[in-house]
């Protein structure tokens, strides 16, 4: 069966950077592109980007442009989020997700608490 | 981007009742509209893609219209597990944009 799996809760401190992974199985890594997807505590889900497994390609929300990579490791059918220069306002729960074509993302990680906090 | 408005954020209704919530597009994305529910604690989980098309496993209850910019999801008779938040999302272009969310709660 398809699952995706994360990392776990992560604190971390203002301007500092963190990196959640999420596993991939019961299906072929390389077909599907991974999105990510947060959201802080209270409020609705945002895009963030999303990574094409087969050949690396990244597109990325204008907002984390500049602070977010998407990266994987087809040994492994593992992706990888990294955000950088963390604030506060970047505590929430990132998911990844599994886009089939265009039609929706039909599988999602558990979701990764990341709280931000001096 | 996209921007995708639903409406409205919250209703209350009673189990049996009908329940429509509508979600527009700022410009046309044909049917690459997909419905999520939400429940607390838990990840999304996928309700319709394509505007209309049911996902496997999803009560048939629960269906999808529209096209363009103007779409509706509609459950045709509340279940007390539908009580959750139900977001759209548009398909159509990166970057894949959510609706700010319905909450539908119990009357």
């Known amino acids: 069966q398809v699952q995706l799996v994360q990392s776990g809760a992560e604190v971390k401190k203002p301007g500092a950077s963190v990196k959640v992974s999420c596993k991939a199985s019961?299906?072929?890594?390389?077909?599907?592109?991974i999105h990510w997807v947060r959201q802080a505590p209270g409020q609705g889900l945002e895009w963030m980007g999303r990574?094409?497994?087969?050949?690396?390609?990244?597109n990325y929300a204008q907002k984390f442009q500049d602070r977010v990579t998407l990266t994987r490791d087809t040994s492994i059918s593992t992706a990888y989020m990294e955000l950088s220069r963390l604030r506060s306002d970047d505590t929430a729960v990132y998911s990844c997700?599994?886009?089939?074509?265009?039609?929706?993302?039909?599988?999602w990680g558990q979701g990764t608490l990341v709280t931000v906090s001096s | 981007d996209i921007q995708m408005t639903q409406s409205p954020s919250s209703l209350s209704a009673s189990v049996g009742d009908r329940v429509t919530i509508t979600c527009r597009a700022s410009?046309?994305?044909?049917?690459?509209l997909n419905w999520y529910q939400q429940k607390p604690g838990k990840a999304p989980n996928l309700l319709i893609y394509?505007?209309?098309t049911l996902q496997s496993g999803v009560p048939s209850r629960f269906s999808g219209s529209g096209s363009g910019t103007d779409f509706t999801l509609t459950i045709s008779s509340l279940q007390p597990e539908d009580f959750a938040t139900y977001y759209c999302?548009?398909?159509?272009?990166?970057?894949?944009?959510f609706g700010q969310g319905t909450k539908v709660e119990i009357k």
């Open positions: 997700a599994r886009e089939v074509a265009q039609w929706g993302f039909d599988y």
């Open positions: 019961g299906y072929t890594f390389t077909g599907y592109y």
């Open positions: 990574i094409n497994p087969n050949t690396g390609g990244t």
């Open positions: 410009q046309s994305i044909n049917s690459y």
């Open positions: 394509a505007a209309s």
């Open positions: 999302q548009q398909s159509y272009s990166t970057p894949r944009t």
